[in-house]
């Protein structure tokens, strides 16, 4: 059901930029949602030494994981690192290819072309008439909200907002959020690769 929340969330932005925008032809939809390499706000220049913002962006995003504590433990039955380590998980998913190509759609609908594509793509870049140059906090605050069903993973992800909202925001470009937040799928899938190939 998460999967298909997701996909969702992946046709509202479709639908909603083209009734924008009239059209969802390639051109309109890279400058509709920032899918463009980073751009300076000071030189204008695109793309080159700027796709570095991704170093300290990853490093936030993954010293966020890393340092901050859940000040709530998730419920066990929500929780897929307690699934995966169990015997239960591993006997579950060794062979299992098809709930693995499941996981890889849900992955690439979470990071890539759902939540990213729909914070970063499409708020984002509509925010700042309604909140001037703070627009990128209260996309980070509106996205920590949005993980209302997860609430262990709110404070982290408020942190979040200076890995994934503000460097986007700055540059112009979702493809920074949406490169940073699909840097825990590569590990996720590449782990649970490891379980089905077991």
């Known amino acids: 059901m ?14 909603l930029v083209h ?3 009239g059209s969802l032809r ?41 340092l901050i504590p859940d000040p709530f433990p998730p419920v066990t039955s929500h929780d897929f690192s307690a699934f995966v380590q169990s015997d239960a998980g591993q ?15 849900l992955v690439v609908f979470n990071t890539v072309l759902g939540e990213e ?14 909140f001037g140059r703070w627009d990128w906090v209260a996309n980070g605050v509106l996205f920590a909200v949005y993980h209302l069903h997860q609430p262990w993973v ?5 942190v979040d907002t200076f890995a994934l909202s503000y460097p986007s925001r700055r540059y112009r470009s979702a ?12 590990v996720v899938l590449a782990l649970v690769l490891f379980l089905v190939l077991q």
Do not use: C
Request: no cysteine.
């Open 2 to 15: 998460l999967t298909v929340g997701l996909i969702w969330q992946f046709v509202l932005v479709l639908v």
């Open 175 to 186: 493809l920074i959020g949406i490169i940073v937040h699909s840097s825990q799928s590569v």
């Open 154 to 158: 709110i404070p982290s992800t408020l």
């Open 117 to 130: 594509l729909l914070f970063r793509g499409l708020l984002l870049p509509r925010m700042q008439g309604a």
């Open 26 to 66: 390639w051109p309109l939809l890279k400058d509709a949602l920032w899918l463009q390499a980073p751009r300076s706000p000071t030189t204008g220049r695109v793309g080159g030494r700027l796709w570095l913002v991704l170093v300290p962006a990853l490093l936030i995003f993954t010293a966020e994981i890393a």
């Open 91 to 105: 006997a579950f998913l060794s062979g299992n290819w098809g709930f693995y190509a499941l996981i890889v759609v």
């Open 19 to 21: 009734r924008e925008r």
